[in-house]
């Protein structure tokens, strides 16, 4: 089956957007159009970077020096992944293992404020940040719960949009049905260190809508949430926090 660059590009990022694990890869290809048929795709690699070191490599420079540093990252990453998914019971419900998964993130890490001058900056935007730093911004708070979500069994995806800007957060799906959260809305940020709460957890589409946020311009299919048997309220039958 021929497919064309456009093509190839479309379902890279639509595999990347499902697939935070692949921190190390940027969300961006080079099309290479030949004039012959023969399109073709090139990565751009992406690792996190300490205080000083340059870390955007260009498409085509998967180096061993690259290589190396990915896989030393990527272990790392994988190993806390384990390292957290061990401490959710493989019994309990799903939408128990959300909330732990929900709950282990607010409490560990916090919002970065900083990132766009921080040293480890392109850590802030992928599940890494979130994950093994503790600190990131939206994508980082967004992807390590999709990751996490995965790697126990729950369907998750991302939703790319604006809340007062231009933000990302998740959609889950429990028995069947599909809910919206926003992790990074339900970090205290600026209050109580060590604090998770709930307001943002299993929403349905209008209610988020109501609450500011609006995925009109998503490139990415987004399902339509309506279900609320698992809405925090009316699962663990008490307040947001």
Known sequence: MELSAN????IYHLYMFDNPQHFYLQNQVCVHNRGDGNDSL???????????????????SLTDELREKIRAKKAVFDAEVRRIISTIPANAPAVVKEKLIYDRILIDSHYNLSARWDGLANDN??????LVNKYGVCESYS?????LCQAVGIN??????????????NAVQLDGEWYQCDITFDDPIGGEQGAAYHYYFNRTSEEMTEMNHDWSNCD?????????KYAYKNYFGDDYW
């Open 7 to 10: 093509g190839g590009y479309k």
């Open 42 to 60: 090139s990565f751009y690699y992406a690792v996190g970077r300490e205080k000083g070191e340059y870390c955007d490599y260009g498409y085509g």
């Open 125 to 130: 935007w992928t599940a890494y940040g979130i």
């Open 143 to 147: 992807e390590a719960f999709q990751t």
């Open 156 to 169: 998750c995806t991302g939703i790319v949009g604006t809340a007062g800007g231009g933000h990302k957060w």
């Open 220 to 228: 990415w299919p987004v399902p339509e949430c309506d279900a609320t």
